[in-house]
C-alpha cells in the first residue's frame, strides 16, 4: 500500500520546478505582486519523492490557487483533490470566501464545484493576458470556487 504524506512545505522554488515539468506553463516573473499564504507538498512515504503541489497565495486582496500539479503516475490517486480540499479549508480559516484559479484542466476543478469566469470581467491579477499565447495557442479558463 502506497503511503503518501501531505505536508507543509517552504520549498516554494521546488514546487515551481515541479510545476514546470508537469507541464504547468508556470513563470516566477509574475506581473501582479503575490503574496504566497501557504505551499504544501506530497511526498511517497519517509521518501522526500514530490508527488503534487498546490501554492495558495493572495493577488490583489483575493485568494488564488498559484499552481498546482500531480505527478502523471499518481494522476487518479485523488492527491488533487486532497490538496485542493486543504486550500480550501484554509481559506475558509483565513476568513476568505472565493478562491480563484487559471485551469489547464478545468474538467477536474468543476468535478469539485469551480466554475468558470469570463477572462474579461474577472479581476486582474493573472499573468495569462500578458503572454503572447494566451487565446493564441494556450486557452486556459479562469474559475472561482464560491466557499461557504
Same mark, same amino acid.
Given at each position: 500500500?502506497? *503511503?503518501?504524506?501531505?505536508?507543509?512545505?517552504? #520549498?516554494? @522554488?521546488?514546487?515551481?520546478?515541479?510545476?514546470?515539468?508537469?507541464?504547468? #506553463?508556470?513563470?516566477? +516573473?509574475?506581473?501582479?505582486?503575490?503574496?504566497? $499564504?501557504?505551499?504544501?507538498?506530497?511526498?511517497?512515504?519517509?521518501?522526500?519523492?514530490?508527488?503534487?503541489?498546490?501554492?495558495?497565495?493572495?493577488? @490583489?486582496?483575493?485568494?488564488?490557487? +498559484?499552481?498546482?500539479?500531480?505527478?502523471?503516475?499518481? *494522476? &487518479?490517486?485523488?492527491?488533487? @483533490?486532497?490538496?485542493?480540499? &486543504? $486550500?480550501? #479549508?484554509?481559506?475558509?480559516?483565513?476568513?476568505?470566501?472565493?478562491?480563484?484559479? /487559471?485551469? *489547464? !484542466?478545468?474538467? =477536474?476543478? &468543476?468535478?469539485?464545484?469551480?466554475? !468558470?469566469? +469570463?477572462? +474579461?470581467?474577472?479581476?486582474? =491579477? =493573472?499573468?495569462?493576458?500578458?503572454?503572447?499565447?494566451?487565446? /493564441?495557442?494556450?486557452?486556459? @479558463? /479562469?474559475?472561482?470556487? #464560491?466557499?461557504?
Amino acid at each position: 500500500m502506497m *503511503r503518501l504524506i501531505m505536508k507543509e512545505t517552504d #520549498e516554494y @522554488e521546488r514546487l515551481v520546478k515541479f510545476f514546470v515539468e508537469n507541464e504547468l #506553463e508556470f513563470d516566477g +516573473d509574475e506581473e501582479v505582486d503575490t503574496d504566497i $499564504v501557504k505551499c504544501y507538498k506530497v511526498t511517497h512515504g519517509d521518501e522526500d519523492f514530490l508527488v503534487g503541489g498546490v501554492v495558495l497565495a493572495k493577488r @490583489e486582496g483575493r485568494y488564488i490557487i +498559484d499552481g498546482i500539479a500531480v505527478d502523471k503516475m499518481y *494522476r &487518479k490517486s485523488k492527491v488533487g @483533490e486532497i490538496m485542493l480540499k &486543504k $486550500v480550501v #479549508e484554509q481559506v475558509k480559516e483565513l476568513g476568505g470566501k472565493e478562491l480563484y484559479l /487559471v485551469a *489547464r !484542466a478545468p474538467g =477536474f476543478f &468543476k468535478k469539485n464545484g469551480f466554475v !468558470a469566469v +469570463d477572462p +474579461d470581467t474577472a479581476p486582474n =491579477f =493573472f499573468e495569462c493576458k500578458y503572454c503572447p499565447q494566451y487565446q /493564441v495557442s494556450c486557452h486556459p @479558463e /479562469v474559475m472561482k470556487l #464560491e466557499i461557504a
